[in-house]
């Protein structure tokens, strides 16, 4: 079913009157003796500021009217906030005491549940409450077919960033279109020939061409180009890997490919930061880093201004539309029933529209409540940036695609099982590192004189892709997870 069909049923429900609990049922909250909240986090820079701004908010208003303070605590980086969230359920020696609150990811919940402290949010939401928000975000959310343990906050998706400027100059003298960067083979097609036409401007030396393409995330291009073919590669449901040696031999062979010859590349921590450093012309990334994409480069050492172009996320010929659905939501960890109850009423009025609205668009976020998208400040909120700075009106683009994904395609988050984040992480490492060594033995090779069909052979694909697949079996196997290849 189509998302926009969803969102207009959802908009016309009934509204909601934001209370503490079900009607009817008694508050264990007291206006008179406050119940302090403390919340851990993992925002920075802006979205840092706009969370802090929102609980100041909630803490004069509703917070004050039914006794609810919350203290936002920033702990660094997700990486950072999960060891700490980690530490203090385990009862690790010097750690901190458990928040009441904190932004979470489906496996660090799972992991946190197994332990038996998380809050099961269904005991303070009623059915018209959740009905309120999108069917596939709150959806990410849910354990065990009903369980709901975390709430989406924001989500985002991924898309395709252009140097519109290069691309521009690039298609000029081409013919290309930007259409055919519609799907991953006419990415690949397209790197490549941007390559050759970068090479051949420097004729005295051979084979210094640059890269067109860079992935952000190396693991949501294994998910989600699986999911586009037909698979998931992790299967959530029967707690395994499927290895599907045709639809992984498709996604190693463009990656690797690619990244082998020069028509891919990444260099600095971030894509962007490689757009900026004119390293590459495009990127795969997330919806919520619009305000990064820069808007402009170095380029002999000056400042040039570059304009920006947001398209789909590009789709395996053959393979359906779907796009990475992601965002942490939060968590409320297994208390006193007021302070559960306190951390569900400041989760009601952060996610209701006019509080999320503000907070998800700082950067490009999604807001996680359907009727967020007919709402006259969200249409508001698109003029203003569209009529703002560069970066604004980037952003003001980003959302343009990313709701038409959103509300016309069909969105993916795979469902976690106990090991399913070491299985990200081994399929992302694992094939960054195969990408880097064959860049590393192209370098060699090209220095050899072979052209470009002699350096595929001697790489062969084929043998790298067994090799990839070992490295992969090897390191679930260390960790104890099943897997399946087909």
Not at 246 to 272: C, H, P, Q
Not at 313 to 340: E, H, L, R, W
Request: aromatic residues 10%.
């Amino acid at each position: 079913m189509k998302r926009k069909i969803k969102l207009v049923c959802l908009v016309i429900s009934v509204l909601i009157t934001l209370t503490a609990c079900s009607t009817g049922e008694k508050t264990a909250l007291d206006p008179k003796n406050p119940v302090s909240i403390t919340l851990w986090h993992y925002y920075v820079g802006d979205n840092k500021i706009a969370l802090e701004k929102a609980v100041d908010a909630f803490n004069t208003s509703v917070g004050s009217e039914k006794g609810v303070v919350v203290n936002a605590v920033a702990k660094g980086s997700v990486m950072e906030l999960e060891k700490a969230i980690t530490d203090a359920a385990n009862g690790v020696i010097n750690a901190e005491a458990m928040p009441d609150l904190f932004s979470c990811y489906p496996d660090k919940a799972l992991e946190i549940d197994a332990l038996g402290k998380l809050c099961d949010l269904n005991d303070y939401f009623t059915e018209a409450e959740k009905g309120l928000y999108v069917e596939e975000f709150l959806n990410s959310g849910r354990f065990d077919g009903e369980r709901l343990l975390i709430l989406p906050i924001v989500k985002s998706t991924e898309l395709l960033y252009v140097n519109k400027t290069a691309w521009n100059e690039f298609a000029a003298e081409s013919g290309l279109d930007a259409s055919k960067l519609g799907t991953w083979e006419g990415v690949y097609a397209a790197a490549q020939s941007y390559y050759k036409w970068t090479d051949a401007q420097t004729p005295a030396t051979v084979g210094d061409g640059k890269s067109l393409m860079g992935v952000d995330s190396v693991a949501n291009y294994i998910i989600i180009g699986n999911k586009q073919l037909g698979v998931e590669v992790i299967d959530g449901k029967n707690q395994q890997v499927v290895l599907n040696r045709e639809v992984m031999k498709k996604i190693f062979d463009t990656y690797y490919g690619g990244m082998s010859l020069g028509y891919f590349n990444a260099v600095g921590k971030f894509r962007s930061d490689d757009i900026k450093a004119g390293d590459l012309v495009a990127y795969v990334g997330s919806s919520s880093g619009a305000a990064y994409f820069p808007t402009w480069i170095e380029k002999d050492n000056t400042q040039q201004p570059i304009d920006f172009l947001a398209l789909s996320y590009p789709v395996f010929t053959g393979g359906s539309p779907d796009v990475i659905q992601q965002g942490a939501g939060m968590s409320v960890i297994n208390s006193t029933p007021a302070k559960q109850e306190g951390a569900a009423v400041f989760l009601k009025w952060f996610t209701a529209e006019a509080q999320n609205i503000d907070f998800a668009m700082t950067t490009g976020y999604l807001p996680v409540q359907a009727g967020a998208y007919e709402n006259e400040a969200f249409k508001t909120s698109l003029e203003t940036l569209s009529a703002g700075t560069a970066a604004d009106q980037n952003i003001a683009k980003v959302y343009e695609i990313a709701l038409d994904q959103i509300m016309e395609r069909e969105t993916y988050a795979s469902l976690p099982f106990k090991g399913s984040y070491e299985v990200r992480t081994t399929l992302e490492k694992s094939l960054t590192a195969m990408g880097e060594a064959g860049r590393q033995n192209t370098v060699v090779l090209k220095e050899q004189g072979m052209s470009e069909a002699e350096i595929l052979a001697a790489l062969d694909l084929n043998a790298r892709f067994e090799e990839w697949l070992t490295v992969i079996r090897s390191q679930l196997d260390e960790s104890g997870i099943a897997y399946i290849e087909k």
